[in-house]
Nanobody, 123 residues
């Protein structure tokens, strides 16, 4: 049983900072990419930032220069440092583990999602 547990969300003022963490637990063989997505009320879920096992990163244009994603492969954990937060960053943030394998069998691979953590930025 694989679980992704997020933490670090909350309420912050405009211009403030938050750090999200997501730890994947269970009998994990390897994880390809890990990332953060968000969904605001009435909007579709969108990619915020992703990082591969080799730490190649990708960011949404709206967060470049403000957010930093990092990963600890040994701990199967991904972080999102969010600085200079704006009200438009308000959303539920979801952790994603893509290409997670439970064994060396390449057929034993799927994506997993966390339960989400609320980030609210007040103006």
């Amino acid at each position: 049983q694989v679980q992704l547990v997020e933490s670090g969300g909350g309420l912050v003022q405009y211009g403030g900072s938050l750090r999200l963490s997501c730890a994947a637990s269970g009998s994990i063989f390897s994880i390809n990419a890990m990332g953060w997505y968000r969904q605001a009320p009435g909007k579709e879920r969108e990619m915020v930032a992703t990082t591969t096992r080799g730490r190649v990163t990708n960011y949404a244009d709206s967060v470049k220069g403000r957010f930093t994603i990092s990963r600890d492969n040994a701990k199967n954990t991904v972080y999102l440092q969010m600085n200079s937060l704006k009200p438009e960053d308000t959303a539920v943030y979801y952790c994603n583990a893509a290409g997670l394998r439970l064994s060396s069998n390449w057929n034993d691979m799927r994506d997993y999602w966390g339960q989400g953590t609320q980030v609210t930025v007040s103006s």
